[in-house]
Every structure is written in structure tokens, then in C-alpha cells.
């Protein structure tokens, strides 16, 4: 069973301003003359970690990672500034192109999971000349169907104790409405404690169902109070907006990239992002490999993700 790399730490980091205002933070650690990659990270509205660095063979790799707009160590943070018309897809697009750019990289790997797994397909569509190859994990296709399953009730069949929570803060009469819309008032109330106690019930929510087996730092974690604000409004945004993609895009455009290496680990009892999306994505994108692990969920650090994304990371090394 492959395990992560050793923990390293970046050579190089910088805030990089992208216009309308704001400023992405990224850093670059591994080989500086390594093969390049860009790893993407979930939400939207979450952040690089340090474990991240881990997934690359750091002998072989040029790892880039950065903060998306309004999270992390980007500026301005969302638990402060509240504004988000500068904030969708096609922005965050722009940004990997002027990072790619900034870094003097020709052409990058790819390496996205759950949310990082949806922007590394729109990017990738956008800019198939960009991309070495992809490595996807925990996919979402961000269709109105996988919003329903995970926010407006099915998963909470699976889990009712944390539905239950999820709920708390969500007015008893406006529980059999579209619980994005009605989380996106409440996230965005006046009232300070209102919105503070919508933002860590959503995030809570996600980082209760992440995994196979509780994990209950992950969900203290995400309950921290200024990071859920950012996380919890970032992805209502998105989501309450189709991801800024149209209906089924990322599937009906599957053509561009047809040709570019992929490999697909989804785990089977990925509450978050069903594994009915990867098996529908693999359909669509026969040259791609497919992994579904059967004793995994939702997490990237579940034990057999963690394998096949390093036997795909260090089998992409060698192509150059």
C-alpha cells in the first residue's frame, strides 16, 4: 500500500494579484526542475495544507499550490469582505492561467479533488493545450442533482444524526424549501450570530460525512469560525449559481480533453460526491482510469485514495 511523501517545505511563495481587487496566495516546493504540478483544492472556499505537498514525489515534482479566491491566505478573506461578484469559475480559471504564467510553466499536471476535481475539468476544457495529465479525486460534476443529494436531503438518510445538525439553524417552516437558498439568507444575515451559526452548522455538516470513519478533528477543524464563514459562503455561492457552469457542461465537453491521460479514484461510499459521477465520467472519457475503492469515502487521506493517487502521481513522473 503507497503511503504520502515525507513532509517538506516550500522553497518559494508570494501573494500574486489577479485583478478586480484581489490576491492569491501560492507557494512552490519539491524539485525546481522538476515536472510541474498545480494541485487544486476542495470546497470551493477551502485551502492549501501542508499535507497536500505530499501526493508528489518530491525528487520528481514541481508542486504548485495555491489559495483560491477569498480563502486561505488569499486576500480578501470572505469572513471579511462579503462580496463575491468577483468571485465564480471563470475567475478562478484566469487565475491558474496567470499563475501558470507568473511561474514561466509551459504545461502542468493537473491534480484536483471533490471541488479541485471540478475546477481541474473546467480549467483543463478551457485550456486542453495547458495539460499534461489529470489526476481527479472524489468527483463532482456540480449538476443540480449532486446539490439535491447533498443539501436538500437524501444524504441525510445516510446520516440523520448529522442532518439533524445541519438543520438546527434553518427556521422549522422553511425546512421543505431549497436549502441553499435559505442558507444563502442566513449566511448573509445582519445579525452576526445568525450568520456565524449557519456558516459552522454547513461546514460541520461536510466535514462530519467526509470520511468512512468519524474523523472528529476534521470537524473541529471546519467548525472554526472564521474559516467556515468563508468556506459555507463560497460554496453557497457556487452552488447556488451551478458552479457557473451550464447544466451538464463538464460531461458535454468531455471531447477537448478526450486525449489527455486521467486517472479517476473515487472512493465507493463517498457520501459528499456519490461515486455515481466518476462512473458516469469514466463512461463519458473512455481512455481514463478508473479506481473506485471500496473500503473509502469522501476523504483524500483515506488510506486506499491515498495509494492510487500516488501510484498515479508517480506513474505520470515518468512520462516527463
Not at 63 to 73: A, E, K, N, T
Not at 111 to 124: D, E, H, I, K, R
Not at 202 to 213: D, K, P, Y
Not at 273 to 287: D, F, K, N
Request: charged residues 20%; glycine residues 8%.
Amino acid at each position: 500500500m503507497r503511503t504520502r511523501y515525507p513532509e517538506i517545505e516550500p522553497y518559494d511563495s508570494g501573494m500574486l494579484a489577479v485583478g478586480d481587487g484581489q490576491s492569491v496566495y501560492w507557494e512552490v516546493s519539491g524539485n525546481p526542475a522538476g515536472k510541474p504540478v498545480v494541485f487544486l483544492h476542495g470546497g470551493p472556499g477551502g485551502a492549501t495544507a501542508p499535507h497536500h505537498r505530499e501526493f508528489f514525489d518530491p525528487s520528481a515534482y514541481r508542486i504548485v499550490l495555491f489559495d483560491q479566491r477569498g480563502c486561505g491566505r488569499s486576500t480578501p478573506h470572505l469572513s471579511d469582505d462579503s462580496t463575491m461578484t468577483h468571485n465564480t469559475t471563470q475567475h478562478l480559471i484566469a487565475d491558474i492561467e496567470t499563475l501558470r504564467a507568473h511561474l514561466g510553466i509551459e504545461r502542468w499536471q493537473v491534480f484536483g479533488g471533490s471541488w479541485g476535481s471540478t475546477l481541474a475539468l473546467a480549467y483543463a476544457q478551457r485550456h486542453p493545450e495547458r495539460v499534461t495529465e489529470l489526476v481527479l479525486r472524489g468527483i463532482f460534476l456540480l449538476r443540480r442533482k449532486e446539490i439535491d443529494w447533498y443539501y436538500n436531503g437524501a444524504a441525510g438518510y445516510v446520516y440523520p444524526d448529522e442532518w439533524a445538525k445541519f438543520l438546527a439553524p434553518v427556521p422549522e417552516g422553511e425546512r421543505d424549501q431549497d436549502l441553499v437558498e435559505v442558507y444563502h439568507r442566513l449566511l448573509h444575515s445582519p445579525d452576526e450570530q445568525v450568520a456565524h451559526a449557519a456558516a459552522i452548522a454547513w461546514s460541520s455538516w461536510e466535514g462530519a460525512t467526509s470520511s468512512l470513519l468519524p474523523q472528529p478533528d476534521r470537524v473541529t477543524d471546519m467548525a472554526e469560525p472564521r474559516f467556515a464563514l468563508a468556506f459555507a459562503r463560497i460554496e453557497n455561492h457556487y452552488f447556488r449559481h451551478g458552479g457557473f457552469l451550464d447544466e451538464g457542461q463538464l460531461l458535454r465537453d468531455i471531447d477537448t480533453i478526450a486525449h489527455i491521460p486521467a486517472v479517476i479514484v473515487q472512493g465507493r461510499h463517498d457520501i459528499v460526491c456519490p461515486a455515481v459521477s466518476a462512473w458516469e465520467l469514466h463512461q463519458a472519457w473512455p481512455g481514463s482510469i478508473l479506481h473506485i475503492v471500496d473500503d473509502a469515502g469522501h476523504a483524500a487521506t483515506e488510506p486506499g485514495i491515498v495509494h492510487h493517487l500516488i501510484e498515479a502521481t508517480d506513474r505520470f513522473a515518468k512520462l516527463g
